[in-house]
């Protein structure tokens, strides 16, 4: 039997918005058989660390960034710290595992192939490295993946960079690793990297990896399936 992912475009919202809309997706599928569920966003500039991270790979003093308006958040994924902004597309799938393949190892390799699929659409040939997790053109890393799952359902997810602003990355280790080099679709195919078509690629490799028929469903409907789930900070109201 096909499963069905339904696919929701954030547009641009700030991390803390899109963090707590995705324990509420969380909320709502452990509460009942809510969709299985790929949120798809850009955020302002901002630093998360996940668990295995702390601030001594920031670079840059978190009061200055904060001055700047850039956000830092210390989260619940895996991996250390990363940067997430314009020029990015970071997707958040909220899937149960137990949908799929109830394995958190299968299911990074999985999150790669997509992003690997989608890469490659665009004539960009993308490996993994070995004893790493993400995804890398040459010796330039394009995408970072970070996650948590508990019971089996899956929260946090990947990053992809199109147009990036690279030097946010200078300011970090990104993901812990010193000397690496972050790269961008954009250092491959100059000014011809369309957001919508990249996204359609995305959206398509993710459905043929995960066996799974994709539903491009309007952020107004999710707010309306979400009615009456707990939700602190009236990000369904807004």
Request: some cysteine; charged content about 20%; proline content about 5%.
């Amino acid at each position: 039997m096909t499963q069905s992912i339904q696919v929701v475009d954030l547009g641009r919202m700030e991390y803390a918005a899109a963090w707590a809309l995705q324990k509420t997706v969380v909320g709502a599928k452990r509460r009942g058989d809510f969709p299985d569920t790929l949120l798809l966003v850009e955020h302002p500039p901002v630093y998360t660390i996940g668990r295995r991270g702390g601030e001594q790979h920031l670079l840059v003093p978190r009061a200055r960034l904060e001055a700047e308006g850039v956000a830092v958040h210390a989260v619940e994924r895996g991996g250390d710290i990363t940067f997430h902004g314009p020029g990015q597309l970071v997707g958040y799938p909220i899937l149960n595992l137990k949908n799929f393949r109830p394995d958190v190892n299968v299911y990074l390799r999985q999150l790669e192939e997509v992003l690997i699929g989608t890469l490659g659409c665009f004539g960009i040939a993308a490996g993994r490295q070995p004893g790493l997790t993400g995804v890398w053109a040459g010796d330039a890393k394009l995408a970072a993946i970070g996650v948590s799952a508990h019971g089996w359902i899956t929260m946090h997810g990947f990053a992809l960079n199109l147009t990036t602003d690279l030097s946010y990355f200078d300011r970090i280790v990104p993901c812990g690793i010193r000397g690496q080099r972050v790269g961008s679709m954009a250092q491959w195919l100059g000014d011809a990297v369309s957001w919508a078509a990249v996204t359609d690629a995305l959206v398509d490799c993710f459905g043929r990896r995960f066996a799974a028929e994709m539903t491009r469903v309007p952020l107004a409907d999710l707010r309306n399936a979400l009615d009456g789930v707990p939700d602190p900070v009236g990000l369904l109201r807004s």
